[in-house]
């Protein structure tokens, strides 16, 4: 199971701190991900951190959005900066068990003045 939440209504240049937390998996063996879908978009990728907490970004995101993980925790983080209207998603996070993914509810951002 994965449970995201902390999104919210942020103005243009804003800050949010996303976290999805998981149960039922070992969470140190995953990569975890961020996608994202908007209102007329399909899903895509935002980021990965994978089980050595190496990092990669969308392009559209990359120096704005971080990536971290507490597998403590069993949670996964997305800190995101300098946020645009465009921003303005249902956030998902995502894990996969070879060629089965996982996805939790999502949360929305919305990114509005």
């Known amino acids: 199971q994965l449970v995201e939440s902390g999104g919210g209504l942020v103005q243009p240049g804003g800050s949010l701190r996303l976290s999805c937390v998981t149960s039922g998996i070992i969470f140190g063996l995953y990569n975890m991900t961020w996608y994202r879908q908007g209102p007329v978009n399909l899903r895509e990728w935002v980021a990965t951190?994978?089980?050595?907490?190496?990092?990669t970004y969308a392009e559209i995101v990359k120096g704005r959005f971080t990536i971290s993980r507490d597998n403590a925790k069993n949670t996964v983080y997305l800190q995101m900066s300098s946020l645009k209207p465009e921003d303005s998603a249902v956030y998902f996070c995502?894990?996969?068990?070879?060629?089965?993914?996982?996805w939790g509810k999502g949360t929305l951002v919305t990114v509005s003045s």
């Open positions: 995502n894990f996969r068990i070879g060629l089965r993914n996982y």
């Open positions: 951190i994978t089980t050595i907490s190496d990092t």
